[in-house]
DNA sequence: CGGTGTGAAGCCTTTCACAGCA
DNA sequence: TGCTGTGAAAGGCTTCACACCG
């Protein structure tokens, strides 16, 4: 039952680490309700898994389970929440004060794990002082210093999408090592920085994609 | 070049699905700048992927490009958007009227191609009647006339996680055919119902997990 | 000649099934 | 006995490389 260090061990799969989290609000949960061991069924239920796949993916982590009895709910959390790096503390900058960004602002469960707001900016000049989330919206002009200044690691993109290269340029360039870009458009950054996309239009379209489908297994004339 | 009637062609995988909006994106932007043929290296390129994929994917759709010369722009982006089900005219409602509902309804791109926002819900009485992107604010408890009414197939989940499964339930028993949940919970649903969800925290953790190696890896002392 | 369309190879992920241990 | 941890099998996706054809 000793901690692996992190870094001296295999190599974890990136379908394992996007299944991490889930585990990790799943034992959220289980640790609210008292419940001290939990078996990988009962995990994966909760997470929205198969059995199989929580076993070979806590696997990676190290053998953090017991035999006969189950996982011990807090140790496997804490686990996970090293692994994840959720015990730093990570520094966000979101860019874009319309609409998305305020939501994305005012997330909770934001400042809970980790994660924690310390500036949001905006081009447009009438933005500017404009309060979100007990943050006064700065001058994206000022990205540099700030980034620099409170430790940034991860940049938010919430801006149009015409705006979104320069943005991420700009936080790659004032050292942002992560980004989340929720602005329609291909974004390139250069390897060693990671980025994720999260897009409206996309999703959409994809769950047309599988309703048309359906549509069409109803009633399958006019299959236009 | 004959169109392959969509239902009767081999299975598309859900990875080359979930790319067909990375083309469609990227032809849009080819029909602005007046190409009228496209390479699948350029296209790979303009979508963020590589040629053999592209090729590899859009095979799967029929045989619509030209041997020794590339893909017809306008006529390819014409098969995918039958394809998508961007042809149809898909009814979207919004539940949940908060910072992320609003910013939801108010993302342009939406009425664009087949989306159209025909009602935002809320379960919060104080909600009601708010003009959120041009709709009146309507009450969550008539979600069921509504999507009847406006044969609304799509479902948008905007509100705290909390509330996300009851509103889930409710959507499905109103007869709605695809969720899209930007809840931070587990949401079950019918098989025969499609979901996607779209969650900030995971983001981030993924996000953190590898911001976390590449620390470790600049300075490998104090693994903690 | 040049770029598509596609079998085949390789890699990654999921699932199976059971040995091994508390 | 019961549940984890994990090799091995199966399945899916990506990449390769080249036959084929406009």
């Given at each position: 039952m000793?901690?692996?260090?992190?870094?001296?061990?295999?190599?974890?799969?990136?379908?394992?680490?996007?299944?991490?989290?889930?585990?990790?609000?799943?034992?959220?949960?289980?640790?609210?309700?008292?419940?001290?061991?939990?078996?990988?069924?009962?995990?994966?239920e909760?997470?929205?898994?198969?059995?199989?796949?929580?076993?070979?993916?806590?696997?990676?982590?190290?053998?953090?389970?017991?035999?006969?009895?189950?996982?011990d709910?807090?140790?496997?959390?804490?686990?996970i929440?090293?692994?994840?790096?959720?015990?730093?503390?990570?520094?966000?900058?979101?860019?874009?004060?319309?609409?998305?960004?305020?939501?994305?602002?005012?997330?909770?469960?934001?400042?809970?794990?980790?994660?924690?707001?310390?500036?949001?900016?905006?081009?447009?000049?009438?933005?500017?002082?404009?309060?979100?989330?007990?943050?006064?919206?700065?001058?994206?002009?000022?990205?540099?210093?700030?980034v620099?200044?409170?430790?940034?690691?991860?940049?938010?993109?919430?801006?149009?999408?015409?705006?979104?290269?320069?943005?991420?340029?700009?936080?790659?360039?004032?050292?942002?090592?992560?980004?989340?870009?929720?602005?329609?458009?291909?974004?390139?950054v250069?390897?060693?920085?990671?980025?994720?996309?999260?897009?409206?239009?996309?999703?959409?379209?994809?769950?047309?994609?599988?309703?048309?489908?359906?549509?069409?297994?109803?009633?399958?004339?006019?299959?236009?």
């Open positions: 000793a901690e692996r260090p992190i870094g001296d061990r295999r190599r974890i799969p990136e379908a394992t680490v996007a299944r991490l989290p889930l585990y990790y609000r799943a034992l959220l949960e289980t640790g609210e309700m008292g419940i001290a061991t939990v078996s990988s069924e009962r995990l994966a909760l997470a929205g898994v198969n059995a199989a796949k929580v076993r070979k993916d806590l696997s990676y982590l190290g053998s953090y389970g017991t035999r006969g009895v189950g996982y709910a807090e140790y496997l959390l804490h686990q929440a090293r692994e994840l790096g959720l015990s730093q503390d990570w520094p966000v900058a979101i860019v874009g004060a319309g609409n998305l960004g305020q939501a994305l602002a005012n997330y909770r469960g934001f400042g809970a794990r980790g994660f924690r707001v310390v500036a949001v900016l905006d081009a447009d000049p009438r933005k500017l002082g404009l309060e979100v989330a007990g943050l006064a919206v700065e001058a994206f002009a000022d990205l540099d210093d700030i620099v200044g409170r430790k940034v690691t991860i940049g938010i993109i919430a801006t149009p999408g015409h705006a979104a290269q320069e943005v991420a340029d700009a936080l790659v360039a004032a050292g942002v090592g992560s980004i989340l870009n929720f602005a329609p458009t291909l974004v390139a250069p390897a060693e920085v990671s980025m994720r996309k999260v897009d409206l239009a996309t999703e959409l379209q994809i769950l047309s994609f599988y309703q048309l489908r359906r549509a069409l297994l109803d009633q399958p004339r006019a299959a236009r």
